[in-house]
């Protein structure tokens, strides 16, 4: 039997933090200094304690992980997405963690069926563009930040990151040849493109807060050093990024702050020109514009919130956008708008209405809006692999809770649906044997909040009887949670664990006012509402607080933190990961990564003493209180994360030792925001994360 240490107790070294009159002693701030000895020895005590403490879970963790990976079919091939003359797609292989890129040239031009692929048999002409396995060898996390093929084919554009930071170097391959072009661009961000003429690279760099400020130009064949700016942005509240339109017509430059967004136009055959602004940015307005050619006049179609809180949809003069504007679909309130996929004949508008994501066809005649409808009271639905400009049909990525993702072609001059590929599952999967519906919770101020359970229908109809529930939550950035389909769920399911989502304010499931009602000043919105879905879900009996665990990541972990302190009585456990639990000591600081561009998320603490008092009264570090008897707290991180820093959840359960709650800190050292890197390495977190809920739960054995 395992031994298990003393739990690590970190040194309180006093570090005074003084605001607006206000003086907070954060005695654990010294553990934010990365690279020092004493902080790598704290965080390797953390592990060896947290490894200790959860020994016993091993052969759960292996039974999870062998489940997952029984029901997944290792060697797999993608659904082929044609660009130009060639269907694109990826292998995986078992045994292998990373994906494998190929392609395969068209039967005949006028080809848009994608070839029935399997991996038993030999795809004519097949080549192999990148193995991501070997560009991995060698380095404990690899991921790709940018991968594209010219337009005519002859040249790959593949950016990797192998630290987990999101600085991505540039490489290009020559496919005629196979070997290496002498360009490699370092520390980029990711969404490295071709020109459409091939001959460029347009790129975009950080600045010292890791944010993308700078577009630029490489011509392929030139040192960097001669590389040129297309763009800069100094303004520290706003990203920037760039593409092309899909007709590459355009070189679209890309700004956006959380509230207020920019787009710059460059001629694509004249990439040195000047580039020109579609509507000049205006506080609080936010746009996006896609090019279409209309009778023949290049337009923009803009989507935008110009006294349309849902947004509408105008169309103007892509050599005059900042004149006349035609309304092409009016404003909805509860409607909303959220993008516009253009095509040469016609076009794809996404948006979602009573708390699901909706897709519809467009035509530019008629301005005639036809919604695509799928037949499930729970769903998540969007476009996915649609580079060309001209084809007759859509792909489309569809799911939910009880049906694995699923790929189609929408034919759209006569609406035909062809199924392309659903998600395999082994092991006899039967979608008729979990049921999923939604269900609506009452918040403390009279607002309706929407709820997504699933559950397995053997162990019963969810509230005859309480039972183990696992409940997740987000409730930032107007970012949805819709109910997609997973592997990994399935393992709890099949315990009789019912999983639920709650839609708290703050997110964006119902519409652009749900997400308003949970941000700034109302932020405090999201965690009450987490707390009345869990009220919601105990009082009708579906679980009770013995059996409930609550999880988010990243801004969904300040939630978890919150509800920590608002409400611990409600929860068994509570899984935070890569959790933004010291919010106030991030958005402080101007020089930490991406603080500026946050501030119209959260308030500006540094300059507004109101939103200093009201941040210090939610922040879960700060809240952490004496005489609680806190949920058993499982915080995951990564050393190598640039959004979140590890620092913050290193301090929440220092401080939570501190008033003897049972918290446990997991800090990857090989990773970044998202986690591990590789699909083995990935359904082995899961597993891990799975195995200590089902602990809590007391499912472990089930």
């Known amino acids: ?50 490894e200790a403490r959860t020994a016993h879970l091993a052969p759960l963790r292996e039974q999870i992980f062998e489940e997952i990976r029984s029901r997944t079919r290792e060697t797999d091939m993608s659904v082929p997405v044609r660009r130009g003359q060639w269907w694109y797609y990826t292998r995986s292989v078992e045994g292998q963690q990373y994906g494998i890129h190929c392609r395969a040239p068209l039967a005949a031009p006028d080809d848009w069926d994608p070839p029935a692929l399997s991996p038993e048999v030999e795809v004519p002409g097949e080549q192999i563009l990148l193995d991501a396995n070997q560009e991995a060898e060698g380095h404990d996390f690899f991921a790709l930040g940018s991968f594209e093929v010219s337009t005519d084919a002859t040249r790959l554009l593949y950016a990797v990151d192998t630290v987990g930071d999101e600085r991505y170097t540039v490489r290009v391959r020559d496919l005629t040849t196979g070997q290496m072009l002498p360009d490699e661009i370092p520390n980029t961000f990711s969404g490295a493109t071709f020109s459409p003429d091939g001959r460029h690279i347009v790129y975009t760099t950080v600045d010292d807060a890791w944010r993308p ?56 055959d004249d990439l040195v020109g000047e580039p020109r602004v579609v509507w000049p940015r205006r506080e609080g307005v936010e746009y996006s514009s896609s090019h279409a050619v209309v009778n023949g006049e290049d337009v923009l179609y803009v989507i935008h919130n110009d006294g349309a809180r849902d947004f509408e949809l105008v169309r103007v003069r892509a050599d005059d956008p900042q004149g006349a504007r035609d309304i092409v679909i009016p404003h909805r309130p509860g409607q909303r708008l959220l993008g516009m996929s253009t095509f040469r004949d016609w076009a794809v508008l996404a948006y979602r209405r009573e708390g699901l994501a909706r897709l519809a ?81 009452l918040a403390d101020d009279g607002v309706r909040i929407p709820v997504s359970i699933v559950w397995r229908r053997s162990f019963g109809e969810p509230g005859e009887h309480p039972r183990p529930l696992h409940l997740y939550g987000y409730g930032s950035y107007e970012h949805s949670i819709d109910p997609g389909f997973s592997i990994a769920r399935l393992s709890e399911l099949d315990r009789g664990v019912i999983f639920a989502v709650a839609h708290v304010r703050g997110g964006g499931e119902m519409g652009r006012g749900w997400y ?22 105990i009082d009708s009996g579906y679980t009770d607080a013995d059996h409930l665990v609550a999880e988010g990541g990243s801004a969904g972990g300040l939630l978890m933190g919150a509800v920590a302190n608002i409400a611990p009585e409600l929860f068994a456990g509570i899984l935070a990961v890569v959790p933004f639990v010291d919010a106030l000591t991030t958005i402080l600081d101007p020089s930490l990564p991406l603080t500026v561009i946050e501030w119209d998320e959260w308030g500006n603490p540094l300059h507004d003493a109101d939103v200093y008092a ?29 959004r979140v820093l590890y620092v913050e959840p290193a301090k929440w359960v220092a401080r939570l030792r501190d008033v003897g709650a049972d918290a446990l800190l997991k800090c990857e050292m090989s990773a970044g925001h998202g986690g591990v890197s590789g699909r083995y390495n990935s359904w082995r977190e899961r597993a891990y994360e799975l195995a200590w809920i089902f602990d809590v739960l007391g499912v472990a054995d089930a």
């Open 213 to 268: 400020d700078t577009v630029w130009l490489h011509t392929l064949g030139s040192p960097t050093s001669e590389d040129r700016t297309l763009f800069h942005e100094a303004d520290e509240r706003y990203w920037v990024g760039a593409g092309f339109t899909r007709s590459d017509r355009y070189l679209v430059i890309e700004l956006g702050s959380s509230i207020t967004s920019e787009e710059w136009l460059l001629d694509a």
């Open 614 to 642: 009201y941040m210090k009264g939610y922040t879960p570090y700060e809240n952490v209180r004496d005489g609680v008897r806190y949920p058993r707290i499982l915080a995951v991180t990564s050393l190598n994360d640039t």
């Open 516 to 537: 308003e009602d949970g941000k700034l000043l109302n932020k405090r919105n999201t965690f009450t509402d987490f707390v009345a879905v869990a009220r919601h879900l």
């Open 1 to 50: 039997m395992t031994s298990v240490p003393p739990s690590p107790r970190a040194l309180r070294r006093p570090s005074l933090r003084s605001h607006h009159g206000d003086v907070f002693d954060d005695a654990y701030e010294w553990l934010r200094a990365k690279d020092d000895a004493d902080v790598r020895s704290h965080l390797a005590a953390e592990n060896a304690f947290t």
């Open 361 to 441: 066809t467009f035509d530019y005649a008629s301005a005639t809006v036809t919604e695509i409808r799928f037949d499930e009271e729970l769903y998540d639905a969007g476009t996915a692999g649609n580079p060309e400009w001209a084809p007759p049909m859509i792909r489309i990525a569809f799911g939910s809770f009880v049906t694995p993702s699923t790929v189609l072609d929408l034919v759209v001059a006569t609406d035909e649906r062809r199924i392309r590929k659903q998600q395999p599952v082994l092991g006899g999967y039967d979608a008729s044997d979990y049921g999923q519906r939604r269900v609506w919770a």
